[in-house]
């Protein structure tokens, strides 16, 4: 095994995972070490992956992340993709404190991509991204960081639901006080809005 190649994918494996912990995580947590428990990691070279599987935690800082299994890729050019699936109810998930506040941002979903090059978090399946008293749940639910908005959908990968069927896109988006325009809420809850990508509603489902 070359050395070199598995301590840049363990590496890359938090900075990839670390982006799903969206807006303003906390920042000492990217110089904290990596801890990672599994059953079983296996590594294949040629391929430049690891997979670690068996109640995978990875920890690094306040970033806590829980799966049955973390598959890390790396391409030519060092950019990583990390995939976490399942876990307790079926559920990967994962909480990190946000930056200079006493609150998390936590999410989960039957699988959850990251995606280092194109800072593109998505979440597959009973999917559900809180942030602050903020919340959103769907079927599918993308995440831009460079953008900072939201695309959610009622049906997989995208997709909006059958005619018919009961699954909705779900949104809880905590009222601005009219006198400051900051949202009704303690200091300790000053999480931003989410953000849509399509004027996000709990009765509007959005299509790709």
């Given amino acids: 095994m070359k050395f070199l190649l598995r301590h840049a994918v363990i590496a890359g494996l938090a900075g990839v995972m670390l982006a799903a912990g969206m807006a303003r995580a906390e ?19 040629q391929k430049k992956m690891q997979t670690f599987e068996g109640n995978v935690q990875l920890k690094k800082g306040t970033l ?6 973390i598959v890390v890729t790396q ?65 599918f639910i993308s995440y831009n960081a460079l953008t900072e908005n939201y695309f959610v959908t009622s049906g997989p990968n995208g997709t909006r639901a059958k005619p018919g069927s009961s699954e909705r896109v779900r949104a809880v988006i905590q009222p601005k006080d009219k006198s400051s325009g900051a949202a009704a809420q303690s200091p300790a809850d000053t999480a931003p809005a989410l953000k849509g990508a399509e004027n996000l509603s709990p009765h509007k489902e959005a299509a790709q």
């Fill in 64 to 69: 806590v992340i829980r799966a049955a299994r």
């Fill in 75 to 139: 391409d030519d050019n060092g950019y990583q993709r990390g995939v976490a699936t399942g876990g307790a109810n079926g559920l990967a998930s994962f909480r990190q404190k946000r930056e200079g506040l006493d609150e998390y941002i936590d999410g989960e979903a039957e699988r959850i991509e990251h995606d280092a090059k194109a800072e593109k978090t998505e979440f597959f399946n009973r999917a559900r991204v809180r942030s602050g008293r903020d919340e959103v749940r769907g079927q």
């Fill in 27 to 45: 920042k000492a947590d990217q110089d904290k070490p990596v801890n990672i428990e599994a059953d079983r990691v296996s590594v294949d070279d």
